[in-house]
């Protein structure tokens, strides 16, 4: 791995566990005949995308004191994530995710987390001075849904701010996780005016403007006076990003996808990593065009495999892949594009 010793800490807050993916496509979890144990969770997927593409990341969190949960603290050390967040609670377990397979690669959930030990993070448990180093902090929604954990994001939120963080806010919308619809929606608002860069889905966006129609229109109803940029995920569309500036889109790549887990935390995780030490991106269209085609390529990659973060590429892989790209779409004889990124509501 490259060294990272210069380059500026991205610190992800919230839940990491283990996703059970089926070996088989296409059929309901009751049918599969077997299960892929892989490490996940959107938080902790994107502190390793950071880390696989040569940055430098930490993750913040709790698991449970069970076998599950000192494996996927091993696997935060082996891919280079700063672990000194993570805490342990003897009696509680690691949160499980069983996940359904669509024939497209999309999937849904089963969790198992009543309560997991990811719920029971609390803010007297925090490791402030890791916050407090963090140039970008990360989080998502999940962390919200129950005490003592909402009290835990909010006070490390706080913190990172006022130690003059850039906060990043990718929601992860999983609904069945909610009480209801309402109080997903309310809590998800509930922060929404601190974060300065928010990523959602085209999924997420119909959700939370309650509004089915997906359009420049429908994503600025969500802009607020302190953001800087709003990131908005299409899945086969690639995506769309709004600044106070200008607004546009990148376009996808040609993948056949196996697994859409994980590709939106590596859109992310890669984006992140990219501006954490030059945030003049927010500001310039060409540089941020740059960077979210290299997102895009990112997330792409994570769509071939199966598992979350077995998925996520290298700086070197995602580089090739740009490459080989560029060359097949120079190429007149080339074959009609199969539109792949991530899921519609990753």
Known sequence: MASTTKKGLIVSFGEMLIDFVPTESGVSLADSPGFLK??????ANVAIAVTR???RSAFVGKLGGDEFGHMLAGILRENGVDDKGVTFDEGARTALAFVTLRADGDREFMFYRNPSADMLLRPDELNLELIRSAKVFHYGSISLITEPCRSAH?????VAKEAGALLSYDPNLREPLWPSPEE???QIMSIWDKAEIIKVSDVELEFLTENKTIDDESAMSLWHPNLKLLLVTLGEDGCRYYTKKFHGAVETFNVNAVDTTGAG??????????????QSVLEEEKKLRKV??????C???TTTKKGAIPALPSDS???SFLKDNLKRSNNPFRSPKLRFLYCRNC
């Open 299 to 301: 997330g792409a990659i």
């Open 184 to 186: 997903a929606r309310k």
């Open 317 to 319: 892989e995602a580089l």
């Open 53 to 55: 593409l040569g940055g």
């Open 154 to 158: 909010l006070k490390a939120m706080e």
């Open 292 to 297: 979210l085609r290299f997102a895009n390529a």
């Open 265 to 278: 935390d590596s859109f992310i995780g890669a984006f992140l990593s990219k501006i954490v030490d030059d």
């Open 38 to 43: 892989a490490p996940g969770g959107a938080p």
